[in-house]
């Protein structure tokens, strides 16, 4: 893998967005640095090149100079990144683990989108700096809750968390916050519908809450623009039924019998698996099982079942 990319815009069969999209997709190219350097330098191509995850946009002509001198930060840069990340990921007691790249991504957006602030600040009106520092917040976000599931399963793994907690867990604040917390990752694009009925969960709130922000996540990720995703939580008899409904693609047989692919049984105690697979490794360390309902160009659904004590009264549901 390149250490660093310098890509035009403005090129035959696949353009520079199109290359920094297709990127991001593959976790092994995800954390190439890339660099646009394009005559397209309107404010509008700028903000676009770096809400793709650019770590610089240079406008042409650009000195040769200059070029390399943004080259060398960047890989400096990416240097510092991956030593303080390590250095952070083994401080949480996890040294066994490797620095995976679904805590260095978000990471790198976080740092990215600060560099920009500081860079271009004065460059920026009102609006571009509220957009910038929305990405530094999902990306805050996303770190946070990848961390969060890696501790979750160290924790089951080493027989901590075997039993679910006595109070339970409050299943209308939790979806609500974790669905605020989406909307924040995910402000352009899709809609999301939540609708929940209250109950006390026995599970532990940092495995819900690492679960359905995956699930959200990963919702979110697969719909297109204008699409809706819904969140339900409601009762059935002792148990509540949570749901995360997308309109997606779909999975063809193929990706249905992937999400079964059962956890090797030499991986490294807390590694990460994000997706479909991820969520249904956590929820069955829980004792609980994952189900996928999935047609192909209509969308997909998954849905788990938590064990609960329902208030007495009415049950009036949440729904924003």
């Known amino acids: 893998m390149p250490d660093l990319i310098v890509s035009d815009v403005m090129m ?27 005559a397209k330098s309107t404010q509008a191509d700028f903000r676009t090149g770096l809400d793709l995850g650019a770590e610089d946009y240079l406008p042409k002509p650009c000195p040769v100079d200059k070029l390399i001198s943004v080259i060398r930060m960047r890989l400096e840069r990416r240097r510092m990144m991956q030593t303080k990340l390590a250095d952070e990921w083994y401080g949480m007691g996890l040294s066994k683990l490797a620095v995976p790249s679904e805590i260095a991504t978000p990471l790198r957006q976080v740092l990215g989108f600060a560099g920009v602030l500081v860079q271009h600040h004065s460059d920026l009106d009102r609006e571009e700096i509220g957009r910038v520092a929305q990405n530094i917040m999902a990306g805050a976000f996303r770190l946070s809750r990848k961390i969060t599931q890696a501790q979750v399963r160290e ?33 352009q694009g899709c809609d999301l519908q939540l609708s929940v009925q209250p109950a006390m969960l026995m599970i532990h709130e940092s495995v819900l809450d690492a679960v359905v922000a995956e699930l959200l996540d990963n919702a979110f990720r697969y719909s297109g623009a204008g699409a809706v995703v819904h969140l339900l939580g409601k009762c059935t008899a002792e148990n509540y039924e949570i749901s995360v409904q997308d309109q997606g693609p779909g999975l063809i047989s193929e990706g249905l019998v992937n999400v079964e692919v059962p956890l090797p049984p030499d991986a490294p105690s807390g590694t990460l698996w994000g997706g479909l697979t991820g969520v249904r490794h956590l929820l069955e360390s829980c004792n609980i099982k994952l189900e996928v309902d999935s047609v192909p160009g209509s969308g997909t659904t998954v849905r788990f079942t938590v064990p609960c004590t329902v208030p007495s009264g009415p049950r009036p549901e949440v729904q924003s």
Not at 18 to 38: D, G, M, N, Q, S
Not at 159 to 185: E, I, N, Y
């Open 12 to 38: 035959p069969d696949m353009d520079g967005f199109t290359l920094a999209r297709e990127l991001a997709k593959e976790p092994h190219t995800a954390l190439i640095p890339l660099i646009f350097l394009t």
């Open 155 to 187: 924790r089951r793994k080493i027989g901590s968390w075997l039993s679910p907690p006595d109070s339970g867990c409050d299943a209308a604040l939790s979806l609500k916050r974790v669905a605020a917390q989406t909307r924040m990752c995910w402000s």
